[in-house]
């Protein structure tokens, strides 16, 4: 998993809800991350990290924000690995062209891992609703999540679409959705992943 504090709630949740999935310490920034969980029983570990500049967090080694592109490209990727990313609001107070272009070197980069090992399972979670403060809005993440989407629409990646899901909620609006949200979330990609 690489990408914003959004993603990091996914991670969050399958740490709480999965008993045999311990989170190792690993003596860094929580924010920014790396974190890792580990399951012994089942041969699972868990990786998030930030998605690498520009990040709004506390005080984080550089040495620990890698951007996703390069992240990819050092994966050799197959059948039981799992790559999950997202960016967004991070980017809202920069110009757009700044955003397609890291879109674009990611995309770079998935292509390549799906040349080396096209049964690898990549899932894009979309942008979600909610951020209405001095650095960002419904509106620009909108223009955002659009890029996202035109970039990967004839990639063979999954698009996870929670720009609905957190639009559509009866609960309060927030960047950071509730625990019902992040259930839903994780429901759908377990379909992606687990579809059997």
Known sequence: MMGDSTLRQWFEFFVKEVPTLKQMNLHVQYQSGPLLAVDVENNIDLHWRAHGVPLRTLKTAVADLHYISNEIDDLAGGPHMVIM???????????????????????????????????TTVVIKTVNTGYKDIFGSDWYSLQLDRILRWAFQDVGV???????????????????????????????????????
């Open 158 to 196: 999954y698009i996870l679409d929670v720009w609905q899901m957190t639009a559509c909620h009866y609960s309060k609006e927030n960047i950071h959705p509730g625990p019902v949200i992040i259930k839903n979330e994780i429901d759908i990609l377990l379909s992606f992943v687990c579809p059997e």
């Open 85 to 119: 990313f997202n960016l967004g609001p991070h980017f809202t107070t920069y110009p757009l062209d700044f955003f397609t272009q890291r879109v674009w070197r990611i995309r770079k980069a998935v292509l390549a891992l799906l040349q080396r090992a096209p049964d």
